[in-house]
């Protein structure tokens, strides 16, 4: 049982670069999020999602897309990368508004 | 509004007590409690209702009290197993769309020691 599966798990970009973080879930989960947590500091909500093709803005969306086609996947994009973008990136899946589950994470740094 | 945590780090010896507070400015639906230890993902403890009810799993227990907003987790006996960052996440709306939506707090750090 995989559960939410992350990749890649580390990227090192540079600045200007665009990237696609992904993430799917395996339980057929429909609300998903994307949180940012930078070091020493609490989770963030960038974008959620409520089903396939219903996305929201959450707490700082400045700088990200995302797309939700499927049930399953739900990329983050980042266009032209910055050094403040550098955090750990957690996608989450949750049966509605019950407890969310968490994927390990993507490293990202951007020189 | 981000809620607050308090304290912000704690360090306790095996079997010691602690109290974690979560405070919002803003009426609740409920709050959610989550442990990540260092280098992982977060991983969820309990979910409060607005109602009061208290909630419990084994050693570890929370409360949310409706009138002043704000929720504490409560740790027993603790173990070093209980070492990580505790975070809160509120939940102020479930209408269509913004149900399962969560701010959270800036953590708690707590050190179990032998």
């Known amino acids: 049982n995989a559960g939410v599966t992350q990749t890649p798990k580390f990227r090192i970009l540079k600045i200007g670069q665009s990237m696609t973080l992904q993430c799917t879930q395996d339980?057929?989960?429909?609300?998903m999020y994307w949180y940012r947590q930078d070091p020493g500091m609490g989770l963030k909500l960038i974008y959620y999602?409520?089903?396939?093709?219903?996305?929201d803005k959450g707490e700082v969306p400045n700088g990200y897309n995302v797309s939700r086609s499927t049930t399953e996947d739900f990329p983050l994009r980042l266009e032209l990368a910055a050094p403040s973008q550098t955090s750990v990136y957690f996608c989450?899946?949750?049966?509605?508004?019950?407890?969310?589950?968490f994927g390990d994470g993507t490293r990202l740094s951007i020189l | 509004q981000q809620p607050v945590q308090s304290p912000q780090a704690v360090i306790l010896r095996e079997g010691e007590d602690a109290v974690i507070n979560c405070s919002s400015s803003k009426a609740l639906y409920s709050v959610h409690w989550y442990r990540q230890k260092h280098g992982e993902a977060p991983v969820f403890l309990m979910i409060?209702?607005?109602?009061?009810e208290q909630k419990g799993h084994e050693k570890i227990s929370a409360s949310f009290n409706e009138k002043k907003q704000q929720s504490s987790l409560y740790l027993t006996a603790s173990q070093l197993s209980y070492s990580g960052t505790y975070f809160c996440g509120t939940e102020v709306s479930r209408f269509y769309n913004q149900g399962g939506k969560l701010i959270f707090g800036q953590g708690t750090e707590l050190s179990v020691k032998p």
């Open positions: 409060l209702l607005k109602g009061g």
């Open positions: 339980m057929n989960h429909n609300y």
């Open positions: 989450a899946s949750s049966y509605s508004e019950q407890p969310q589950h």
């Open positions: 999602s409520v089903g396939a093709g219903i996305t």
